[in-house]
């Protein structure tokens, strides 16, 4: 059963455009959404996080958008360079527990 | 800060040997440690969850016997796959996560080839 169900599966998007990937859960004890970014080859490397109490949160470039409502939440990246193509996942946990992971995105960004 | 090694960082063994997976983490005491699987091109599937001096908890349909892990430290566990198939080829990642935290710190991940 998949708990965090993630879509695209891929994203081509131009040097500068602004990829969005979303993400939408059912469990409404998740309280708490990071999202991690992963390189061929690599380890997946946390990018952003945030709880249900806040609507929005903004990294440099990364912005999180949280819908408690429609239990969806996003991933904007402003500006995007083609080094930021790699594959992000979203994920869910309950308090400090064992995290569910989304499908993954795979985004190209072209120079 | 938030630093999560792994050794080796890929490996190949012989069908039926065992071969042992470290992740320690550098710079925090990860009270909890999780165990990842991950198939080319497809998300993290949780193995098993460990807590430091406890048992570990696995998922359902994961072997608790072929993949043995120990977290004996708040720095170190432990991932060992015993007697080992073809079909255990694959990237198994570890993340560890301190005490009271949300946050999990991955590890570089482990590519193991089973000949």
């Known amino acids: 059963q998949q708990q965090v169900k993630q879509s695209p599966q891929s994203l081509i998007v131009q040097k500068g455009g602004i990829p969005i990937i979303n993400c939408a859960y059912e469990?409404?004890?998740?309280?708490?959404f990071p999202w991690y970014q992963q390189f061929p080859g690599k380890g997946p490397a946390l990018l952003i996080a945030?709880?249900?109490?806040?609507s929005e949160k903004k990294e440099g470039r990364f912005t999180i958008s949280f819908n408690k409502s429609a239990k969806q939440f996003s991933l904007h990246i402003m500006d995007s360079q083609p080094g930021d193509s790699a594959t992000y996942f979203c994920?869910?946990?309950?308090?400090?527990?064992?995290?569910?992971f989304g499908a993954g995105t795979r985004l190209t960004v072209k120079p | 800060g938030a630093v999560v090694s792994q050794h080796p960082s890929r490996v190949i063994c012989k069908s039926g040997t065992s071969v042992k997976i470290e992740c320690r983490s550098l710079?925090?005491?990860?009270?909890?440690m999780f165990w990842y699987r991950q198939f080319p091109k497809q998300s993290l599937m949780l193995m098993a969850t460990?807590?430091?001096?406890?048992?570990?908890?696995?998922e359902q349909g994961v072997e608790k016997d072929k993949f043995l892990i120990n977290h004996a430290s708040l720095t170190l566990s432990t991932l060992t796959v015993t007697s080992a198939h073809p079909e255990d080829s694959s990237f198994y990642i570890c993340?560890?996560?301190?005490?009271?935290?949300?946050?999990?710190?991955f590890g570089p991940g482990t590519r193991l080839t089973v000949t």
């Open positions: 993340s560890a996560q301190a005490g009271g935290r949300y946050e999990q710190y």
């Open positions: 469990n409404t004890a998740f309280d708490y």
């Open positions: 460990s807590n430091e001096g406890s048992k570990a908890t696995y």
């Open positions: 994920a869910a946990s309950v308090r400090n527990n064992d995290m569910r």
């Open positions: 710079d925090f005491q990860a009270t909890t």
């Open positions: 945030i709880r249900p109490d806040v």
